[in-house]
């Protein structure tokens, strides 16, 4: 059974920093290409940052680029998404999602990770 | 790449058959996905590219369409359908997802 479990969620102040990780299970890790996406409060489904299975190819969304840093862990079966410098607008549930090909989609999702950054 | 997912709510009636529809900015070709999100659940995969329906998941969904235009349809609503549902266009990044249509009983 697949399973993607997020942790590492919580309370932070405005200005600092949260690591997030997400443990997989039931499939190929390494060879899964991830994404987290967020959902602020009462809000919408926000594509957050992509990593390819090797790590060569990574993608940011405007909104996070530089202040984020998204890695993973092939040998531990974990996928990572470093957070720095966050503010109130980052407040949401993060979710870690498998994405496959050759269409792209993503078919599992973790259960979600809350982050509230508030002082 | 744009999305444009109307309506933003929709009210209907165990037994009815509702349309969602999605356009892009651009085309996407039929990377087009749909998935279904309950209150304080994750997303759920319904449809991807554009018409292939999930593993599971009940035949009275479909998807269709390709290029710029989509559409979800679900036949004889049943209570367990009351959800947002949200499109997603996995053509390129940035992914992005249509802003939701709440479906909600009438």
């Known amino acids: 059974e697949v399973q993607l479990v997020e942790s590492g969620g919580g309370l932070v102040q405005p200005g600092g920093s949260l690591r997030l990780s997400c443990a997989a299970s039931g499939f190929t890790f390494s060879s899964s290409t991830m994404s987290w996406v967020r959902q602020a409060p009462g809000k919408g489904l926000e594509w957050v940052s992509y990593?390819?299975?090797?790590?060569?190819?990574?993608y940011y969304a405007d909104s996070v680029k530089g202040r984020f840093t998204i890695s993973r862990d092939n040998a531990k079966d974990s996928l990572y998404l470093q957070m720095n410098s966050l503010t109130a607008e980052d407040t949401a549930v993060y979710f870690c999602?498998?994405?496959?090909?050759?269409?792209?989609?993503?078919?599992?999702w973790g259960q979600g990770a809350l982050v509230t950054v508030s002082s | 790449i744009q999305m444009t997912q109307s309506p933003s709510s929709l009210s209907a009636s165990v037994g009815d058959r509702v349309t969602i529809t999605c356009r892009t900015s651009q085309t996407i070709n039929s990377y087009l996905n749909w998935f279904q999100q309950k209150p304080g659940k994750a997303p759920k995969l319904l449809i991807c590219a554009a018409s292939s329906l999930q593993s599971g998941v009940p035949s009275r969904f479909s998807g269709s369409g390709s290029g710029t235009d989509f559409t979800l349809t679900i036949n004889s609503l049943q209570p367990e359908d009351f959800a947002t549902y949200y499109c997603q266009q996995s053509y390129s990044f940035p992914r992005t997802f249509g802003q939701g249509t709440n479906l909600e009983i009438k």
């Open positions: 990593i390819s299975s090797s790590s060569r190819t990574i």
């Open positions: 999602a498998r994405e496959r090909v050759p269409f792209n989609y993503f078919d599992y």
